[in-house]
């Protein structure tokens, strides 16, 4: 057993060095002017507060892409020039699917394929990417060499977020802080100032568990919430406004406004309950998900471009409440 995964842990090595993740430097890209990116430089954590190159507090907004093994027609340029134009996104979320079938874990090759085209389009638009570890299950060895290609190849690059586990189910955070600072070390070795995203457990709801014993010895690193207002109402405000009044940095990288299943009826009244929130606490978030399933959370009918040019013709409720609830904001 520990031999075949140490020739997969090769394999995956090999597959990122022939995809160019070992190289030391990368081509220098031409921030677009006023881009995000342009006006904002390379992020920092203040306090509990996200903030630009300047120390001035900065809110990213902007959507996640679906799982790339599930709706891998969405990682293209097309899309995430879209996502930044005409629904005025400063931030994109690219989630590699860790688990389900043809994941990063089956099929390395075509996952790092999706996600650099999503980062690059993102660098190319001027606007900020979470690289995201989309997995519910503890996979460490699979993490660590995937964050090294990625700090590797985009050390450089500003617009970079890493999210080193999307949502941890049912592992007690002792387990999920182990797994964290390895990954963390993993990547300052190679990446010393990009924020990081660390995950809490229970689907990043148990952000208290956090608060009682936080990573220590790191910079530029913040810890996710997620929630679907639906289902988690106001317990979940006041359990992660305490979190913060304990100092600790907070980014909703993944929410939506029905239940926790992705599915059944928005609960408008409570996103925007949620909206309201967000926006006095500066809380950066992404919205999920550019997808086409049979599903609420998802954006897009199965008639859309997979590059873009969605009018409200393709936009279902939920695509035409997030690209309203960001354009807002964002203006």
């Known amino acids: 057993m520990a031999i075949t995964k140490k020739i997969c842990m090769i394999f995956l090595v090999l597959v990122q060095v022939a ?67 005409d629904w005025k996104c400063n931030v994109i979320r690219a989630s590699m699917g860790v688990g389900l079938d043809d994941s990063y874990l089956e099929n390395p090759q075509y996952a790092l394929k999706c996600m650099t085209a999503v980062i690059d389009a993102a660098i190319k638009n001027g606007i900020y990417v979470l690289i995201d570890f989309h997995s519910h299950k503890l996979h460490t060895a699979e993490a660590k060499t995937f964050f090294t290609g990625m700090a590797t190849k985009y050390k450089n690059s500003p617009n970079v977020i890493y999210e080193i586990w999307n949502e941890p189910d049912y592992y007690s955070w002792k387990v999920v802080k182990q797994y964290s600072e390895e990954v963390i070390s993993t990547i300052r070795a190679i990446d010393p100032t990009n924020i990081i995203l660390v995950g809490s457990p229970h689907w990043d709801q148990d952000i208290d568990s956090v608060a009682g014993d936080p990573i220590v010895g790191h910079k530029n690193i913040m810890y996710t919430m997620h929630f679907y207002a639906g289902t988690h109402k106001k317990w979940l405000r006041d359990r992660t406004d305490a979190a913060i009044a304990r100092g600790i940095p907070i980014f909703v990288s993944e929410c939506a406004g029905m239940d926790a299943t992705g599915d059944g009826p928005v609960d408008e009244a409570e996103w925007k309950l949620y909206l309201d929130w967000m926006d006095a606490t500066k809380l950066s978030w992404c919205v999920w998900s550019v997808s086409d399933k049979n599903e609420t959370c998802s954006m897009l009918l199965p008639r859309a471009s997979s590059t873009g040019k969605w009018d409200d013709g393709l936009l279902k409720s939920w695509g035409k409440i997030s690209r309203t609830s960001i354009r807002e904001r964002n203006k």
Do not use: C, D, M
Not at 47 to 68: C, E, F, I, M, P
């Open 19 to 85: 995809f160019g993740y070992s190289q030391t430097k990368t081509k220098k890209s031409i921030v677009p002017k006023n881009s995000p990116v342009a006006l904002n430089g390379k992020l920092q954590v203040v306090g509990t507060q996200l903030s630009n190159a300047k120390g001035n507090a900065l809110v990213l907004r902007g959507a996640s892409l679906g799982w790339h093994n599930l709706w891998p027609r969405f990682y293209n340029e097309g899309a995430v020039s879209w996502l930044a134009s």
